[in-house]
T-cell receptor
Framework: SQKIEQNSEALNIQEGKTATLTCNYTNYSPAYLQWYRQDPGRGPVFLLLIRENEKEKRKERLKVTFDTTLKQSLFHITASQPADSATYLCALEGDMRFGAGTRLTVKP | DGGITQSPKYLFRKEGQNVTLSCEQNLNHDAMYWYRQDPGQGLRLIYYSQIVNDFQKGDIAEGYSVSREKKESFPLTVTSAQKNPTAFYLC?????????????????FGEGSRLTVL
């Protein structure tokens, strides 16, 4: 299986700012990539899926990009709120494995 | 409501004892998975099953066993051979795996079972 890297273990930002989280992979480009949110003591919840032929996907304040040349996906939360504080995980199609996650804290 | 249910939510075990964690889904999903999560760390794949009566080892299968006798059930047994079993265990399911083994859908997770070995 290939390696999935989420570069930042933790990210702290001020409310209202845009949070940008990174997911890199090492080998073949997957057909799609998924992003999940996990709150403490809970199971992850699916947020977005982006396919390799999609450069960008949006859902409300969330935006995901997928660059197969860079082997990277970026996950953006615009107009961040304290309620967005959680750990965000990426996962690759076919691999059933997750990155270590980035713990986002949005401060009021 | 459709979903995936794990039980118990909290479990305490003495060293040397086997313990079985339950995972049941009514989503009619073919694929089911078990993950382990340690504090501050990501999910690590223990076992997965694509179809009834078949399952494969993940990255950390040693000290664990599973069965898949029914489509809706995928119990995980943590055996006494598991050296460091204290962890948060997550079960998940997804729709049928597609061609070439590709996962075609999102994973639905249960609420987790927290196992503590005393």
């Amino acid at each position: 299986s290939q390696k999935i890297e989420q570069n930042s273990e933790a990210l702290n930002i001020q409310e209202g700012k845009t949070a940008t989280l990174t997911c890199n992979y090492t080998n073949y480009s997957p057909a799609y990539l998924q992003w999940y949110r996990q709150d403490p003591g809970r199971g992850p919840v699916f947020l977005l899926l982006i396919r390799e032929n999609e450069k960008e996907k949006r859902k409300e304040r969330l935006k995901v990009t997928f660059d197969t040349t860079l082997k990277q996906s970026l996950f953006h939360i615009t107009a961040s709120q304290p309620a967005d504080s959680a750990t965000y995980l990426c996962a690759l199609e076919g691999d059933m494995r997750f990155g270590a996650g980035t713990r986002l804290t949005v401060k009021p | 409501d459709g979903g995936i249910t794990q039980s118990p939510k909290y479990l305490f075990r003495k060293e040397g004892q086997n313990v079985t964690l339950s995972c049941e889904q009514n989503l009619n999903h073919d694929a089911m998975y078990w993950y382990r999560q340690d504090p501050g760390q990501g999910l690590r794949l223990i076992y997965y099953s694509q179809i009834v009566n078949d399952f494969q080892k993940g990255d950390i299968a040693e000290g664990y066993s599973v069965s898949r006798e029914k489509k809706e059930s995928f119990p995980l047994t943590v055996t006494s051979a598991q050296k460091n079993p204290t962890a948060f265990y997550l079960c998940a399911s997804s729709i049928k795996l597609g061609l070439a083994g590709a996962n075609t859908g999102e994973l639905f997770f249960g609420e987790g079972s927290r196992l503590t070995v005393l």
